[in-house]
């Protein structure tokens, strides 16, 4: 399994884990504290936290012995999900503030040495209780050396960019430079198009829109420099980079713009080679799944680059050229050709906007 699916399966094990419903014929094993004579309480007594406490841990512990492969772990992780869902369910807000507290800290404590699959569940908890005192076991578990703990991680964060962005201060900019962070390094192309969907703060109001958006670019050149090289990772994820760089682009200062220009220099440079090389191969009923998403990713990707180069290039009176549409219309392998002559009419646009040169070698041979 490679490691974009394993990451798949492991977000998919704990949405399945999280939403559905426990048997019922389910043996429920005897309960001497029951969550909700005290659900409705505004303070709890010092006795009540400490029973509250223990119940989370034992349902905790449940969720984090989840194996796909033993069907009983995973019905008692489905349980443990259900009862922690309806814990909070007409809650009072003292009681939640303290569930929340003790649940946060509960699964700081156990995630690492929980099974990926109860990892994962713990995290889409975490995500579930939609506060940001989560985030930063959130952001810890960025730091998982299992990508299927990492993708849910970044999904929590994701979806916290509301509450995040209202808090401002610390539990923004932290995260922020965390995920900047984890976004340098992630090896995954799902978790890092998560990254960049969970550093979008175009529709969140954030308290600093420069903050994000400089993350952005700071992950997208560390990208563009392993697109560069032989160690590339992660290959097409960018996509959803650059449609999020391009929603917060107008907080970037001029030399910032200037530095994005490069970096889809870069990538588009890179797309032109990697289609112009093997991907225009690639056919829809003759290829594996992996290398058709790949080749429509990088197609998508030259057409979002295309576009927001016609917008940051100062304008010209001749038509932009598409590499896109010369990717579209080949019909025969000599057509190649066209790809790296349209890629060194933008590599003359760029070299008169950057003084930097962008251009392929053209043979013979196309």
């Not at 649940?103 to 040495?113: G, P, Q, S």
């Not at 960049?196 to 958006?213: G, K, V």
């Not at 910032?256 to 056919?283: F, K, P």
């Not at 917008?311 to 790809?339: Q, Y």
Request: charged share 25%; proline share 4%; with cysteine.
């Amino acid at each position: 399994m490679s490691v974009s699916s394993s990451s798949s399966a492991a977000a998919i094990l704990a949405a399945t884990l999280l939403l559905a419903p426990a048997s019922a014929t389910a043996q429920e094993p005897p309960r001497t504290f029951q969550v909700a004579a005290i659900k409705g309480k505004g303070a709890l007594s010092d006795d009540e936290r400490r029973q509250l406490n223990g119940w989370i841990t034992q349902r905790a512990a449940q969720m984090s012995a989840a194996d796909p492969r033993d069907e009983a772990t995973l019905h008692q992780a489905q349980q443990a999900a259900r009862e922690v869902r309806d814990a909070l369910n007409g809650a009072a807000a003292g009681f939640r503030e303290a569930f929340v507290a003790a649940f946060t800290d509960v699964v700081r404590e156990r995630h690492r040495a929980a099974s990926v699959a109860g990892a994962a569940q713990l995290m889409a908890l975490l995500a579930a209780l939609d506060d940001v005192m989560t985030a930063p076991v959130l952001r810890d578990a960025l730091r998982d050396e299992r990508t299927g703990v990492r993708a849910a991680a970044a999904l929590g964060l994701r979806a916290l960019r509301p509450k995040l962005a209202a808090a401002g201060g610390d539990a923004f900019a932290q995260t922020v430079a965390a995920l900047r962070e984890a976004g340098r390094r992630e090896t995954s192309a799902s978790t890092l198009k998560t990254i960049y969907e969970a550093l979008d703060y175009a529709e969140s109001a954030a308290p600093d829109p420069r903050a994000p958006a400089a993350a952005l670019l700071e992950v997208l050149e560390a990208r563009a420099r392993l697109y560069d090289g032989a160690a590339l990772n992660a290959e097409g994820a960018e996509l959803a980079g650059l449609r999020a760089t391009d929603r917060v682009r107008r907080s970037l200062g001029d030399e910032d713009r200037r530095r994005y220009t490069l970096v889809l220099a870069r990538l588009l440079r890179h797309c032109t080679l990697r289609y112009h090389a093997e991907l225009h191969l690639v056919r829809d009923r003759a290829s594996n799944p992996t290398q058709i998403e790949l080749r429509n990713a990088t197609e998508l990707m030259v057409q979002e680059i295309e576009r927001q180069l016609a917008e940051l290039l100062p304008a010209d009176s001749k038509p932009r050229p598409s590499i896109f549409d010369a990717m579209r219309t080949m019909s025969k392998e000599s057509d190649r050709i066209n790809l790296k002559l349209r890629m060194n009419d933008w590599a003359e646009l760029l070299l008169k906007a950057t003084g930097q040169s962008f251009h392929i070698t053209v043979d013979g041979s196309g």
